[in-house]
């Protein structure tokens, strides 16, 4: 062993002690009560990492005379498990079931802690799960490292039919909207007035859009802002008891569209819309919103590019 | 101890991977992004000759890829005088050059999307009447895939019946146009089995009075249906011309403006 081998070896040694002596990973997760017998397990305002585990994500629970209803499982087998686990300490009644809102791995890739219950989704979401499941598994462990072993997609294996559906003296209603993914379920709770709207609102955090209709979205908004509700749980960041939440997801998507749109209608490259011109303050100091809104560029510029393209004067014979 | 290389080279790779370390510098100037294949891709695609990396050339990209397979990537040279060159190359990526442009009359900015294969630096290099390369780029992370996935167009059966078809617009500006034009091509880049190399390889634009406005060669990681953007002299009318690599023609004559806009 000489002194030029030695650097290379220390690090080595350094990597493969983090690794034998990691300590249990924790997501810390403490229900917070939001309405009689109804939690949120708040997660944080940021991109997955290996720090976070993946834990951007807001799951709740309800705890009925007949069990516990689940609300989204979490972005692993590992949280999924401590979910749990934190159920547990808060209530002796058995989980009865769950419901995964979106096929985005954030909110179902826990589902393998609660294989033995019966697991429902909406028809499109149990599709899109079936079809890219395995491939959001592989993208959430590359982001979030060793939080993600032993991770396994398990497809929810119950079709949600819209309608009220009572749980030991609870009346949920089930609403299929789309716009954020092609299938997005709402759960209110009309005995409590809570309101999962899983990612169709986002609060103090920029909108996610990898399978969004923007069109189809706003009017999923337009009708949750009918229902009533007394406490709105967003898919991502704070519990509101009022309707900001909404009209702020709202409004991000409508700068979002009507700027993108204007950048292709007055020729601008989609490199030259990755600094996005002149956000608004409230659009700005939205957690990760730099990264988000270069995302959006490559999700939703294309569309609108074809579009302003397409109606240019070209003569053209092709064989 | 599966961490612990036991191959020369790779002690290599760790070593040169150091920050800090630089035991085999190459001649010339330092890479300001630190890449270990710099050395490699100057004197194999700039055969060693005279550069520098200047902060003039531009390559705007997003830090980090959303969509492998359309990397939006717009390469700036306009504040170097008398540009006769631009070679961008991803040097990370299993087919190192992207494009080349002679901008002759047209400015030195050319927009369009480019397939990356994983993280890598992406280079434009601008040969100035100097006789010196004038080096920018930066680095986009990436996930991968996007060079040895088939494109969508070869998995749809109807693609052949819209080969090297054209849609364009002008947009008047203070100096000319900007044009932004689409040409419909698979792309392929051959590292898909049973797929072979398809793309198109060069295509140039004249003016109305057939006056050459700018030359470009397309290589395989340029994105499937390519999308480019220029900013050329003119009022808007303009004969596009090329073909691929199978001798298949792209031709085309832009009228400028918009359908119903009239042509400005
Ligand atoms: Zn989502």
Same mark, same amino acid.
């Given at each position: 062993?000489?002194?030029?081998?030695?650097?290379?070896?220390?690090?080595?040694?350094?990597?493969?002690?983090?690794?034998?002596?990691?300590?249990?990973?924790?997501?810390?997760?403490?229900?917070?009560?939001?309405?009689?017998?109804?939690?949120?397990?708040?997660?944080?305002?940021?991109?997955?990492?290996?720090?976070?585990?993946?834990?951007?994500?807001?799951?709740?629970?309800?705890?009925?005379?007949?069990?516990?209803?689940?609300?989204?499982?979490?972005?692993?087998?590992?949280?999924?498990?401590?979910?749990?686990?934190?159920?547990?300490?808060?209530?002796?009644?058995?989980?009865?079931?769950?419901?995964?809102?979106?096929?985005?791995?954030?909110?179902?890739?826990?589902?393998?802690?609660?294989?033995?219950?019966?697991?429902?989704?909406?028809?499109?979401?149990?599709?899109?799960?079936?079809?890219?499941?395995?491939?959001?598994?592989?993208?959430?462990?590359?982001?979030?490292?060793?939080?993600?072993?032993?991770?396994?997609?398990?497809?929810?294996?119950?079709?949600?039919?819209?309608?009220?559906?009572?749980?030991?003296?609870?009346?949920?209603?089930?609403?299929?909207?789309?716009?954020?993914?092609?299938?997005? #379920? +709402?759960? @209110? *709770?009309?005995?409590? %007035?809570?309101? &999962?709207?899983?990612?169709?609102?986002? !609060? /103090?955090?920029?909108? =996610?859009?990898?399978?969004?209709?923007?069109?189809?979205? #706003? +009017?999923? @908004? *337009?009708?949750?802002? %009918?229902?009533? &509700?007394?406490?709105?749980?967003?898919? !991502? /960041?704070?519990?509101? =008891?009022?309707?900001?939440?909404?009209?702020?997801?709202?409004?991000?998507?409508?700068?979002?569209?009507? %700027?993108?749109?204007?950048?292709?209608?007055?020729?601008?490259?989609?490199?030259?819309?990755?600094?996005?011109?002149?956000?608004?303050?409230?659009?700005?100091?939205?957690?990760?919103?730099?990264?988000?809104?270069?995302?959006?560029?490559?999700?939703?510029?294309?569309?609108?590019?074809?579009?302003?393209?397409?109606?240019?004067?070209?003569?053209?014979?092709?064989? | 101890?599966?961490?612990?290389?036991?191959?020369?080279?790779?002690?290599?790779?760790?070593?040169?991977?150091?920050?800090?370390?630089?035991?085999?510098?190459?001649?010339?100037?330092?890479?300001?992004?630190?890449?270990?294949?710099?050395?490699?891709?100057?004197?194999?695609?700039?055969?060693?000759?005279?550069?520098?990396?200047?902060?003039?050339?531009?390559?705007?990209?997003?830090?980090?890829?959303?969509?492998?397979?359309?990397?939006?990537?717009?390469?700036?040279?306009?504040?170097?005088?008398?540009?006769?060159?631009?070679?961008?190359?991803?040097?990370?990526?299993?087919?190192?050059?992207?494009?080349?442009?002679?901008?002759?009359?047209?400015?030195?900015?050319?927009?369009?999307?480019?397939?990356?294969?994983?993280?890598?630096?992406?280079?434009?290099?601008?040969?100035?009447?100097?006789?010196?390369?004038?080096?920018?780029?930066?680095?986009?992370?990436?996930?991968?895939?996007?060079?040895?996935?088939?494109?969508?167009?070869?998995?749809?059966?109807?693609?052949?019946?819209?080969?090297?078809?054209?849609?364009?617009?002008?947009?008047?500006?203070?100096?000319?146009?900007?044009?932004?034009?689409?040409?419909?091509?698979?792309?392929?880049?051959?590292?898909?089995?049973?797929?072979?190399?398809?793309?198109?390889?060069?295509?140039?634009?004249?003016?109305?009075?057939?006056?050459?406005?700018?030359?470009?060669?397309?290589?395989?990681?340029?994105?499937?249906?390519?999308?480019?953007?220029?900013?050329?002299?003119?009022?808007?009318?303009?004969?596009?011309?090329?073909?691929?690599?199978?001798?298949?023609?792209?031709?085309?004559?832009?009228?400028?403006?918009?359908?119903?806009?009239?042509?400005?």
């Amino acid at each position: 062993m000489n002194g030029f081998r030695c650097l290379p070896l220390v690090l080595v040694l350094l990597m493969l002690s983090v690794d034998a002596f990691a300590v249990k990973r924790d997501y810390g997760l403490v229900p917070q009560q939001v309405a009689p017998g109804t939690y949120v397990l708040l997660g944080f305002n940021e991109h997955f990492n290996f720090r976070n585990g993946g834990n951007i994500v807001n799951t709740g629970f309800i705890v009925t005379d007949a069990g516990v209803v689940v609300i989204d499982t979490g972005p692993s087998r590992l949280y999924g498990e401590q979910m749990r686990e934190a159920i547990a300490k808060v209530t002796d009644q058995p989980v009865v079931k769950v419901f995964n809102t979106h096929l985005h791995p954030d909110h179902f890739l826990g589902n393998q802690a609660f294989e033995d219950l019966p697991e429902a989704a909406l028809a499109g979401t149990i599709e899109g799960i079936r079809q890219n499941g395995e491939m959001f598994n592989e993208s959430l462990y590359r982001l979030c490292g060793p939080w993600e072993a032993g991770t396994r997609v398990v497809v929810p294996g119950l079709v949600v039919t819209p309608g009220v559906e009572e749980v030991g003296g609870h009346r949920l209603r089930l609403i299929g909207y789309d716009g954020h993914t092609d299938a997005d #379920l +709402a759960i @209110l *709770d009309e005995t409590t %007035g809570v309101l &999962f709207a899983g990612d169709l609102v986002f !609060h /103090g955090r920029a909108p =996610t859009t990898p399978h969004a209709d923007i069109g189809r979205w #706003l +009017a999923s @908004l *337009d009708a949750l802002a %009918g229902l009533s &509700f007394s406490v709105l749980v967003p898919g !991502h /960041g704070a519990v509101s =008891t009022n309707d900001d939440p909404i009209r702020q997801t709202r409004d991000y998507l409508v700068w979002l569209r009507d %700027g993108l749109k204007r950048g292709a209608e007055q020729g601008s490259d989609m490199a030259e819309l990755l600094s996005p011109r002149e956000p608004p303050a409230s659009i700005r100091r939205l957690a990760v919103f730099a990264a988000e809104y270069q995302r959006s560029v490559a999700h939703l510029f294309p569309a609108f590019e074809r579009a302003a393209i397409e109606r240019g004067r070209v003569v053209q014979e092709l064989d | 101890m599966r961490y612990l290389p036991d191959k020369p080279v790779a002690w290599f790779v760790l070593l040169v991977l150091l920050p800090g370390q630089s035991l085999l510098a190459a001649a010339g100037p330092e890479d300001p992004l630190g890449s270990f294949m710099w050395a490699e891709m100057h004197a194999r695609l700039l055969r060693g000759e005279p550069v520098v990396f200047d902060d003039r050339v531009r390559v705007l990209m997003p830090a980090e890829a959303e969509d492998s397979m359309n990397v939006p990537v717009l390469v700036d040279a306009t504040a170097l005088a008398d540009v006769e060159r631009i070679l961008v190359f991803a040097e990370l990526n299993p087919i190192h050059k992207v494009l080349e442009m002679r901008p002759h009359r047209a400015a030195a900015r050319i927009g369009f999307r480019l397939k990356v294969q994983q993280a890598t630096p992406v280079r434009a290099a601008v040969l100035a009447r100097d006789g010196t390369w004038h080096v920018g780029g930066s680095i986009v992370d990436a996930a991968g895939g996007g060079c040895t996935a088939p494109s969508i167009g070869s998995a749809n059966p109807d693609w052949a019946s819209r080969l090297g078809e054209v849609a364009a617009r002008t947009w008047p500006r203070e100096d000319g146009v900007r044009l932004r034009m689409r040409v419909m091509h698979p792309m392929d880049t051959g590292l898909v089995a049973g797929i072979p190399a398809f793309y198109i390889e060069e295509l140039e634009l004249r003016d109305a009075a057939g006056e050459l406005a700018t030359e470009l060669w397309l290589y395989e990681p340029v994105a499937e249906n390519p999308v480019l953007t220029l900013d050329l002299p003119g009022s808007g009318r303009f004969t596009v011309s090329g073909r691929d690599n199978n001798g298949n023609p792209v031709l085309a004559e832009v009228l400028g403006g918009e359908a119903g806009g009239g042509a400005r």
